[in-house]
Structure formats: structure tokens, C-alpha cells
């Protein structure tokens, strides 16, 4: 069954107006011009097709129908207004699926996440690494960050993190004999390779050449398909990873790894955050996403 109500435009001007006995009082509270609210309350006079005030020099009085209507339309304003609120709090807790680079969640995020559940204890997060890109359409994600430019069709992407790329590896690399001190020096230690990124993602042949060392002396060494796990034998002094600033941060502060060489190649790639564009306005959504930005903006080596 259709329900015909009269114009709600009307109805909001004409309640409050009516509680504040002023259309000057009821422009202030709606965020409008004293003449819009009395336009729409005339139009609701209309389309009701009778008065809803006395108008006079001392102010605005009800005509009987205005009594009437005023209770029961505050009433059926502060139940839509507790509904929504019930729907806002409910979205502001549950689950909240989120989908992360296994390497980026492992060395970034999971070391942060703490402070997360503090701000927010009734989201509950789920985190995942399995699978390509989410495909929001049909997996049960909300939220993802994601390896790339930030130019996914029909997608909201925030940048996170950018990254620059350096050779990082244990302390106790550097002491031994002869010590790691120059580019060409590189040659006489273990590569460790990074096989997981896109094929526009920085491998130690573009840090060489940008470096000024197009070849290795005695090109050897191993290969992972997870940072996470080459930056492990890196710092077990299996040999000279090539690190990607936002996951080397900790490990770099704590002295667990170090940067032997200054020079810093500037990512082409980026972590952005990504969702669907009817995710923007979700709480859950928007809570997790401002609380990563603010993470990202106190890290030290984006």
C-alpha cells in the first residue's frame, strides 16, 4: 500500500516552527532562511487545505489543526531520528572485513592494530591476506589495501603509504671480512629476491642501475615470494634484501636491520586503501580508514 504524506520539507518547517513559535527560530535550526520556512509551511497549509498558525505582530499561535498535528509529528521525527541513530550505532560496531598484503599486514599493520581495537573495541576485525585483489562485488570485504597506482575503476582510493626501495640487511653483515662498504661490494655477499610484486614493482636491476652498478661482480642468491620472508633472512644474515620503506620501518629503528647504502629509490607503486564507493559513508569503514591514514602520517621512511 502507498502511502500519499504530505511534503516533508513542509512538515519539518511546520514542527519546528511550531515548538519554537517562530519561523526565525526554526530557520536558525534548520540551516535556512526564515522566508523558505514560512514558503513551506504555506505550501503544507495548502496541500493540507487549511491553517496551521495565526499569524499576528506578537508571534505565531496554532489553529486547533496545529495542536493536533504538532504531537504527533514530534513524535514521528524523534522516532526517525532514534532509528537512524540506531542504525548509525549498530554500523559503528560488528564485524569489519578488511583485506591486506600478507607482508604489509605482518610488518606494518599487525604491530599497530592494538592501538586500533583502544579507539574502537566493538569492531570487530577480520584480516586477510588469501586470494588476489578483492573483487568487491562478490567476495565479503569492506575495505582493502591494495599494492598499485590508484586507479581501479569504480573504486575510492586513499593513498596510504608510498615507498622507497633501498638494500637492507643484518647487523652483522657489516663486520665481517672484508666489510659490506661499497656498491661493487655487493657482489661478494648473497642477494635476497622478492618475486611476489607486479612487474612495474622495483627489483635490485633498477636499484643497481639507479645506484650506478649495472652488473654484479658474482650475481647469486636466493628468492622468496613473500618481503616478509626475505627481510627474515635478512636479518638472519642469510644475505642483502632489497627493503620497501614502510615494511623495514620497525625492523630498522629496533637496529634488527640496517640500511648499508644511502641511496633510496622512490617507489612506483603505492599502498592505497580501497572500497567500494557505497562503502564511503559506513562508519565502520570510515573509522578504520582515518585511523590508518593517521598511522601512516606518524610513520618516518614513506
Partial sequence: MSRKLPPLNGLKAFEAAAR??????????????????????????????????????????????????????TTAFDLMQAAARDVYDRERQGVLTVRVPSSLSILWLAPRIDRFHALYPNIDLRLTALGQAADFSRDDIDLEIRYGFGDWTGLDAVLLLNEHVFPVCSPTILPTDPPLRSLAELGNTSLIHVTGYPHYAEDWPLWLEQAGLDELPQPRGYAFDQSAMALQAAAQGAGVALGRSPLVEGDLISGRLVAPFEYRLPGRGAYWIVYPTTNRARPRVVAFRDWLLAEASASTLT
Avoid at 519554537?20 to 535550526?29: I, N, P, V
Avoid at 499569524?55 to 486547533?64: A, D, H, I, K, V
Fill in 20 to 73: 519554537h513559535r517562530s519561523f526565525t527560530g526554526a530557520a536558525r535550526e534548520l540551516h535556512v532562511t526564515q522566508a523558505a520556512v514560512s514558503q513551506q509551511v504555506k505550501l503544507l497549509e495548502h496541500h493540507l487545505g487549511l491553517g496551521l498558525f495565526r499569524r499576528s505582530p506578537r508571534g505565531l499561535t496554532l489553529t486547533e489543526a496545529g495542536q493536533t498535528l504538532l504531537p504527533k509529528l
